[in-house]
């Protein structure tokens, strides 16, 4: 598996198979472009077939907060740490941030626990005709 933190020579086609169960999904040329305008990126790639497998994203003020919206592996590439890695690599991207958040299901908690994050509230407004990014 590669990880990078730059979009060079990312193209759409490489973007397949994204935001699973999504009822109205961005498109592959969407998903790039919320890649481009994140503050920071970090991608899985499978050298064997050259297809990004994997994505987190951070949107920052570049001081002293950071929101983690986007944490996303394809699903026949999951359970193998890539999540883990992808995860990992973004919290040391952000190390000189202050504070980092994200919203997660009640399920997923334990999940991100295991970073060192702490369980915080929050609220959440969805647009949800909005939701394709179109």
Not at 2 to 22: A, H, P
Not at 33 to 56: M, P
Not at 78 to 88: M, P, R, T, Y
Not at 106 to 121: E, I, Q, R, W
Request: with cysteine; charged share 20%.
């Amino acid at each position: 598996m590669i990880y990078k933190n730059s979009l060079e020579g990312i193209s759409s086609d490489m973007l397949k198979g994204f935001f699973v169960d999504w009822p109205n999904p961005p498109n592959p040329q969407t998903h790039l472009k919320l890649l481009k305008k994140s503050s920071k990126v970090i991608i899985a790639i499978d050298e064997n077939t050259n297809q990004v497998v994997g994505f987190v994203t951070a949107i920052s003020d570049g001081v002293l907060s950071a929101y983690i919206p986007f944490l996303e592996v394809l699903p026949e590439y999951k359970s193998i740490g890539i999540g883990k890695e992808l995860v990992n690599q973004m919290l040391i991207e952000l190390e000189d941030i202050y504070m980092i958040d994200l919203c997660c299901d009640d399920d997923l908690v334990p999940y991100y626990k295991k970073f060192g994050m702490l369980k915080s509230n929050g609220m959440s407004f969805r647009n949800y005709k909005m939701q394709s990014g179109r």
